[in-house]
């Protein structure tokens, strides 16, 4: 049996302790042992079978997974994947980084400059912007910041519950603003915030439903509408749009952009950096130069300030322009007809397997019922579990007593790599020699 010390001193295994510690290494080292112990390898494979582990050992236990379910925002994956450019930009980020230093002079510098230049150039329509930790975060401190002790005004028909524990009402209510809900469910009119305004307005806020539809006999104040109501009363206006979208996107007609919010006459739109903008979890304000001011002065943004990752990352994602989550909402069905169909050749099925229609879907970030068209490949219901525990891990939608995968969201490059995760779900009794 080869000694641990001498295991622990081959080239590789000191490389990889590196990059996951001496002692996850050494249980790495014993675990082979004990394989030897057992008879399922030969004393002289061991070295091979530790080699072969440390390649496969992550340094998180997060499991990177191919998301084959449709859903373009998937929240329980971590939402939006990163671009090639924002992986690239985490990295660069992950050492000392002047983040808060001008190198030209050598002093402190506004922290996240580059960011906000990003932001503003992909926003023109904003005089300024502070990037916060998320969403949620960026509500809070608008709304701290603009109301605390006094009323937020809002709409009862967008009074939302987004999933993961933000319920709009409680979130306003723990920042120590009044909730001042007017109007009705279905229908909520000007006139209906003219009757709540009075002294103790904080603000006004409009709320974009994200998540959900309401059908039928339905009427609600426009931005514009409501800015007329502002200006009255000398009250700043926050539209919370969610998405993150910063210009129209025709294939989602009624999902609201921050530029034209801010058109209507927002003086502060709130958003997401993971949803529709395709980067990392991080919240915009962006808006009235002055509003940004006092937001970014109040001691509540010390709590919520983005980190140099996240920084890093969102400046990528908007130089870079095009990101994974625009290609997958946009993805031609055709092309995803094609891919299946392939897919469904080399996967080796017989009857088991299907080509079938499939709508995707937008997910956490928006659009509703917005149907996406493509294609996805019909397997038995059991290849499911199979497949989400295999490695690499690939996440399918089970749906009416079947297990589809829609290729929508899975890189065009990882195909193979999912037919043979498919092959593997299909035909487990076969040895890993006989998958090609
Ligand atoms: C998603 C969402 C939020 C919260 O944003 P997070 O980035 O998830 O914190 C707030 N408001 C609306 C309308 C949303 O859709």
Same mark, same amino acid.
């Given at each position: 049996m080869p000694r641990t010390d001498h295991l622990l001193a081959l080239p590789e295994v000191t490389a990889a302790a590196q990059r996951l510690s001496a002692p996850t290494v050494r249980d790495l080292a014993r675990a082979a042992q004990d394989r030897a112990r057992r008879g399922e390898i030969l004393p002289e494979e061991v070295p091979a079978a530790l080699r072969e582990a440390l390649t496969h050992r992550r340094a998180t236990a997060l499991t990177p997974v191919l998301n084959a379910t449709g859903v373009v925002v998937h929240t329980n994956l971590g939402r939006a994947p990163l671009s090639a450019a924002a992986t690239e930009a985490l990295i660069a980020a992950a050492g000392y980084?002047?983040?808060? *230093?001008? +190198?030209?002079?050598?002093? #402190?510098? /506004? /922290?996240? #400059? @580059?960011? #906000?230049?990003?932001?503003? @150039?992909?926003?023109?329509?904003?005089?300024?912007? +502070?990037?916060? $930790? $998320?969403?949620a975060a960026a509500l809070v401190l608008a709304t701290t910041a603009l109301a605390a002790g006094r009323e937020v005004v809002v709409s009862r028909g967008e009074l939302i519950e987004i999933g993961a524990g933000f319920r709009l009402p409680d979130l306003i209510a723990s920042t120590g603003a009044r909730l001042r809900e007017v109007g009705t469910t279905n229908r909520t009119h000007l006139t209906d915030y003219t009757c709540a305004v009075g002294p103790e307005t904080g603000c006004l806020l409009k709320v974009h439903p994200s998540n959900f539809r309401v059908h039928g006999f339905t009427a609600e104040a426009t931005l514009a509408e409501l800015r007329t109501l502002a200006d009255e009363h000398r009250l700043p206006l926050v539209a919370d749009l969610g998405s993150g979208l910063l210009a129209?996107?025709?294939a989602l007609p009624d999902e609201p952009d921050a530029a034209s919010a801010l058109a209507a006459g927002a003086d502060l739109v709130v958003a997401s950096g993971d949803k529709l903008l395709g980067g990392p979890q991080a919240g915009l304000l962006l808006g009235r130069a002055e509003v940004i001011e006092h937001l970014a002065r109040h001691p509540l943004a010390r709590a919520v300030r983005a980190d140099k990752l996240a920084l890093a990352a969102l400046e990528a994602t908007l130089v870079a322009g095009r990101v994974p989550v625009v290609e997958f909402l946009h993805a031609?069905?055709?092309? !995803?007809?094609?891919?299946?169909?392939? !897919?469904?050749?080399?996967?080796?099925? %017989?009857?088991?397997?299907?080509?079938?229609?499939?709508?995707?879907?937008?997910? %956490?970030?928006?659009?509703?019922?917005?149907?996406l068209p493509g294609?996805? *490949? #019909? +397997?038995?219901?059991?290849?499911?579990?199979? +497949?989400r525990l295999g490695d690499p891990a690939v996440l399918a939608r089970v749906h009416d007593g079947a297990c589809l995968l829609d290729l929508r969201c899975v890189p065009e490059t990882e195909d193979e790599q999912v037919a043979a995760a498919v092959r593997r779900a299909l035909h487990p009794a076969l040895s890993p020699l006989e998958h090609p």
């Open positions: 980084v002047d983040v808060e *230093l001008d +190198l030209d002079t050598g002093v #402190r510098s /506004r /922290r996240g #400059r @580059a960011t #906000r230049a990003a932001v503003l @150039a992909a926003c023109p329509a904003a005089e300024d912007a +502070l990037v916060v $930790n $998320n969403g129209p996107d025709p031609d069905p055709e092309v !995803l007809r094609s891919r299946v169909e392939r !897919l469904a050749a080399a996967v080796d099925g %017989g009857a088991q397997v299907a080509v079938v229609p499939h709508q995707g879907r937008v997910g %956490g970030g928006g659009g509703p019922g917005v149907p294609w996805a *490949l #019909r +397997l038995p219901e059991c290849a499911a579990r199979a +497949l």
